[in-house]
């Protein structure tokens, strides 16, 4: 069965793609970046899906894509954590008890709190480009796109995707992570919790974190782990060489289930 539609999730309305067509198969949870939203993802959900005979479930957080507006742009430092909590919920709600989460960016960084969190719900993670901890080239990332966002047409290509909701969620990333009291954020302390298999992709170019990041993620988790670098290849890794990380992501998965 397909599903597009508006679902309320703790008193948040957000957006949802979910095709369970395949019985008793795993349920790929594709978790967006910090500018992203469900139709950023192109064709790739859907070729993942087919390659690994899977089931599927993308969804908007809120104040992206076609969910509802955030209240405000404020967010709190641990709001990643907040995300990772009402993932949980949202697969609660859709009986999604063997869930692999695919996250990039801020969503790979959801998906690892939630494979700490809630053992039982999440079989896997795919992890592309989460932070663990703030870099001074994360900031600079930021910065750079603080910049993009006076001097270009950044803020009408963004809302392509999230409408009038642009400025909201530009606000919400860039304040949140250049604000005195994020530099010090760190999900280390939640690493040993993972139990389940882990794949961490990144693009050895990646303009926002180094190396540290995977390294220190796949040395301190407790379940199995493997690392897949991409040379030459920057922050997003399956809009770069989509194919590249469709066959490593196939592979993985096939392997595993």
């Known amino acids: 069965m397909i599903q597009n539609t508006i679902v309320n999730v703790g008193d948040k309305n957000l957006y949802i793609e979910y095709n369970n067509s395949f019985e008793n ?19 790739f959900p859907a070729k993942l899906s087919e390659a690994t005979q899977s089931n599927v479930l993308v969804y908007d957080r809120l104040g992206y894509g076609k969910s509802y507006p955030m209240i405000t742009h404020e967010r709190a430092v641990n709001y990643m954590e907040q995300e990772a909590d009402l993932l949980n919920d949202l697969l609660a709600q859709l009986n999604i008890d063997k869930a692999i989460l695919f996250g990039h960016s801020d969503g790979g ?32 990332g930021v910065y750079d796109a603080w910049e993009a966002y006076k001097t270009t047409n950044l803020p009408e290509r963004l809302k392509k995707y999230h409408g009038d909701k ?13 604000r005195d009291d994020y530099r010090n954020w760190n999900i280390e302390y939640l690493l040993k919790d993972i139990i389940c298999p882990l794949l961490f992709i990144q693009g050895e170019s990646d303009e926002y974190g180094t190396l540290d990041q995977v390294e220190k993620t796949i040395s301190q988790v407790s379940g199995s782990s493997e690392k897949y670098i991409i040379p030459g290849i920057g922050h997003t890794p399956h809009k770069e060489v989509p194919e590249l990380v469709l066959e490593k992501s196939a592979e993985y998965i096939r392997k595993l289930f």
Do not use: N, Q
């Open 25 to 43: 198969r795993p349920t790929i949870v594709f978790l967006h970046d910090s500018l992203g939203s469900v139709v950023l993802w192109r064709d």
């Open 109 to 140: 960084t959801i998906a690892l709190i939630a494979a700490a969190k809630y053992h039982k719900r999440v079989e896997a993670v795919i992890c592309e480009a989460g932070h663990i901890f703030v870099e001074d080239i994360t900031l600079k």
């Open 166 to 178: 642009v400025e909201m969620l530009f606000k919400a990333w860039t304040e949140t992570w250049t």
